[in-house]
């Protein structure tokens, strides 16, 4: 029987422009869900169940729960045949969306013995499969709102593939058998960073954010606007751990003058001595690494401290950290090539640093910076539950730039704002000085 003319014309059929671009979209969705499960695939079972602490989510919870948001904002609002795998996922895997639902309880993630990994590993295919159907025949009234939603959930994915790494670390670290991760971790350079040198930069009126329009950016990002800057000098490449270890052994940590009382209460109440991951031995420093435990490089630059370390160091030091407007301006005209984790070392390494152009600003390590995380003039938050997605947490957290080790390259830009509370060190979290001019 021939095909009714209406069918013929039925637009999901027919390869639209919108069809085609979903269809790109589709190869992309599956290589970023790849990856994460590729970043997977040396733990055990028994790995993947671990909360190591509150801030650290059981890796198998990543992987569920990027998938629930595929399946929450993607499948749920736009695939009238779509049914779920598992109704309780919705409220196992929602992380923090209050206007979706309640979510379950972020410190009891690692109770979930069930669904077991297995499982999860089901219902990613599960909704892998119905995405594969939504992005080869889209409504084509939802085509752009779909591939809008497509390329936050994948920016989504990539933020948690880092986060696994860094929980990953966490969760291996506490062992003392020191695990490591991968054992054939490419080993990193032999590089002698150079002498810190200061660049300037004239006072002025500058224009940092992203335009929201140019390619892919999370809301938090702008929109475009001035600020002030007075002259001001940024270091060429970030702090060393053979620099972070002269404050160790000039007593950093026992001098409350070096430190914002805050900082210093953490120093008391938690003990730090050294950054997160170090331990002393008759030899000298060694760190946990994801490739186990290594002797500390003194020349690659220092990884797993906190704002309150970072500030600290900086006021032994006779300097500062910089706003974020200050990196911005530094690093808009800057490389962005770094040590990613496609680089494959998974640690920050030593650079040598060019004199003139400033090193090392896009990978290695987060660099805090002393801004607060707060909407930049004009933000608007994205419509609807997505919305919680960035602007609810700007209270109480300091702002990151330059992605890190675990970052994927392609999930950086110089607008982008990473965010954690000035405590926070299980990130891979560096620094750079600043001064004035
Ligand atoms: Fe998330």
């Known amino acids: 029987m021939p095909p009714l003319a209406h069918e013929l014309a039925s637009p999901q059929q027919l390869e639209t422009p919108d069809t085609l671009h979903t269809k790109e979209w589709l190869r992309r969705y599956q290589r970023i869900r790849q990856a994460s499960e590729r970043l997977c695939q040396p733990l055990s079972t028994e790995d993947y169940v671990i909360q190591s602490m509150d801030d650290v989510s059981p890796p198998k919870w990543h992987l569920a729960h990027v998938t629930w948001f595929f399946e929450a904002f993607l499948l749920a609002p736009f695939q009238p045949r779509y049914r779920p795998l598992d109704p309780v996922y919705d409220h196992l895997f929602n992380s923090y969306y209050e206007t979706h639902g309640v979510p379950f309880p972020r410190p009891h993630r690692g109770t979930l013995s069930r669904p077991t990994v297995a499982d999860v590993y089901r219902y990613r295919a599960h909704v892998d499969a119905a995405m594969a159907e939504l992005l080869e025949s889209p409504p084509p009234a939802n085509a752009g709102e779909i591939v809008r939603r497509v390329e936050l959930g994948l920016h989504h994915e990539q933020q948690h593939q880092e986060l696994?790494?860094?929980?990953?670390?966490?969760?291996?670290?506490?062992?003392?058998?020191?695990?490591?991760?991968?054992?054939?971790?490419?080993?990193?350079?032999?590089?002698?960073?150079?002498?810190?040198?200061?660049?300037?930069?004239?006072?002025?009126?500058?224009?940092?954010?992203?335009?929201?329009?140019?390619?892919?950016?999370?809301?938090?990002?702008?929109?475009?606007?001035?600020?002030?800057?007075?002259?001001?000098?940024?270091?060429?490449?970030?702090?060393?751990?053979?620099?972070?270890?002269?404050?160790?052994?000039?007593?950093?940590?026992?001098?409350?003058?070096?430190?914002?009382?805050d900082g210093w209460q953490q120093v008391g109440q938690a003990g730090w001595q050294a950054p997160l991951y170090w331990v002393k031995r008759e030899e000298g420093w060694y760190h946990y690494t994801l490739g186990g435990l290594r002797p500390v490089d003194p020349q690659a630059p220092v990884v797993h401290v906190s704002f309150f370390e970072a500030d600290a160091y900086a006021c032994w030091a006779g300097a500062r950290l910089p706003s974020e407007a200050e990196w911005e301006v530094a690093a808009r005209d800057a490389s962005m090539g770094g040590n990613f984790v496609?680089?494959?070392?998974?640690?920050?390494?030593?650079?040598?640093?060019?004199?003139?152009?400033?090193?090392?600003?896009?990978?290695?390590?987060?660099?805090?910076?002393?801004?607060?995380?707060?909407?930049?003039?004009?933000?608007?938050?994205?419509?609807?539950?997505?919305?919680?997605?960035?602007?609810?947490?700007?209270?109480?957290?300091?702002?990151?730039?330059?992605?890190?080790?675990?970052?994927?390259?392609?999930?950086?830009?110089?607008?982008?704002?990473?965010?954690?509370?000035?405590?926070?060190?299980?990130?891979?979290?560096?620094?750079?000085?600043?001064r004035e001019a």
Request: aromatic share 12%; net charge negative; charged share 20%.
């Open 342 to 434: 496609e680089s494959d070392h998974l640690q920050p390494v030593a650079a040598a640093a060019r004199g003139s152009a400033a090193a090392q600003l896009f990978g290695d390590v987060w660099e805090w910076t002393g801004s607060a995380y707060r909407p930049y003039p004009g933000f608007r938050a994205l419509p609807g539950t997505l919305g919680e997605y960035n602007g609810k947490f700007m209270s109480g957290q300091m702002v990151l730039r330059g992605g890190c080790c675990a970052t994927p390259s392609d999930h950086i830009r110089p607008t982008y704002r990473n965010f954690f509370p000035p405590h926070a060190r299980w990130a891979f979290s560096g620094f750079r000085l600043a």
């Open 164 to 261: 696994l790494l860094m929980d990953i670390k966490h969760i291996l670290a506490q062992n003392p058998l020191c695990p490591a991760y991968r054992d054939d971790l490419v080993s990193p350079p032999e590089e002698t960073p150079g002498d810190l040198a200061w660049l300037e930069h004239a006072a002025g009126i500058r224009e940092i954010g992203h335009d929201l329009q140019t390619g892919f950016a999370y809301d938090n990002e702008g929109p475009v606007h001035r600020q002030f800057l007075e002259a001001f000098q940024l270091a060429n490449r970030p702090v060393t751990n053979a620099e972070f270890l002269a404050f160790i052994e000039d007593g950093g940590y026992t001098r409350p003058a070096l430190w914002l009382s």
